[in-house]
């Protein structure tokens, strides 16, 4: 019974998995492998004398026993056998292993793992300052990219956008880089390249309809749509706050403060409370 039990839970039941387990289980300590019974005295050619043993035979055996290899004739041991061999301990052990490796969730052998930071992405494009139509385009998608590198520091972010810049909008670049130097920092420099290029017009319509954007009793479908309309109104802080308490019901509003009643730090964490405390709401 004790045989099947391991084999059910993947644990090796031949004479090799046996000593090897034995040898593991003791950290190579305690007692010795069995040893095998000396075989009669044989003759293996008519030269040697009746009463010399084959020491190579007992050598090999003796390798098999450190290697773990079963010698030629070994056999499968019975329980009793086993029951000599192991320990209670090291059978618990065992058991325990194989348990543990039952329930471990199998992962596929070929899974693919794909490392973002080495994708190959293209730049974005230049962008030369003379089109403001065009720069809400532009910098949306220069921050998709820097979504690929979120290890990278506000310096080299800084740096990199400068070598998108042309004409116009790289002297005006280069300007600031010499009265900041290192002192800059990427959320002044996104919120100072916004405010001289962006499209204005595009802006002002992207913000009317952030006022207009209400809850329709999904939290989820809300916060898509605010996201997606605040990358041209670019509101934050107090402004993206004031419209989000405006656009809830009184009920989200005082789950919210029920929860949230500390000040945060961006408004990252703003919209992650917004966010949890609709789907309170919502159950």
Not at 179 to 202: G, H, P, Q
Not at 207 to 215: D, V
């Amino acid at each position: 019974m004790l045989v099947a039990m391991l084999a059910t839970l993947g644990v090796a039941s031949t004479t090799s998995g046996i000593l090897l387990l034995h040898m593991v289980g003791t950290g190579g300590e305690g007692r010795d492998p069995p040893r095998r019974p000396r075989r009669p005295a044989v003759s293996p050619s008519p030269l040697l004398p009746p009463n010399e043993v084959d020491e190579d035979d007992e050598d090999l055996y003796e390798r098999n026993l450190t290697t773990g290899r079963p010698p030629p004739d070994a056999k499968e041991p019975t329980e009793g056998q086993l029951a000599t061999m192991l320990t209670p301990d090291e059978i618990a052990r065992l058991v325990g292993a194989g348990i543990t490796a039952a329930r471990a969730p199998e992962r596929p052998a070929n899974e693919a793992r794909i490392n973002a930071s080495r994708l190959k992405t293209e730049n974005p494009e230049k962008f030369d300052g003379k089109s403001s139509s065009t720069f809400n385009q532009w910098w949306e998608s220069v921050t998709m990219y820097l979504g690929f590198y979120p290890e990278t520091v506000d310096r080299q972010k800084i740096a990199w956008v400068g070598t998108l810049l042309t004409d116009t909008v790289l002297v005006w670049h280069l300007h600031r880089y010499r009265e900041l130097r290192d002192n800059d920092t990427w959320a002044n420099f996104s919120a100072a390249i916004r405010t001289e290029y962006r499209n204005e017009r595009e802006s002002a319509d992207a913000q009317l309809k952030l006022g207009q954007l209400k809850y329709q009793g999904s939290i989820c479908a809300y916060l898509t749509e605010f996201r997606a309309l605040n990358n041209f109104a670019w509101a934050t802080g107090e402004a993206l706050r004031e419209k989000i308490d405006l656009a809830m019901p009184d009920t989200l509003l005082d789950m919210w403060f029920a929860h949230y009643l500390e000040d945060f730090a961006d408004d990252k964490g703003f919209l992650q409370a917004t966010h949890q405390a609709g789907l309170q709401v919502e159950k």
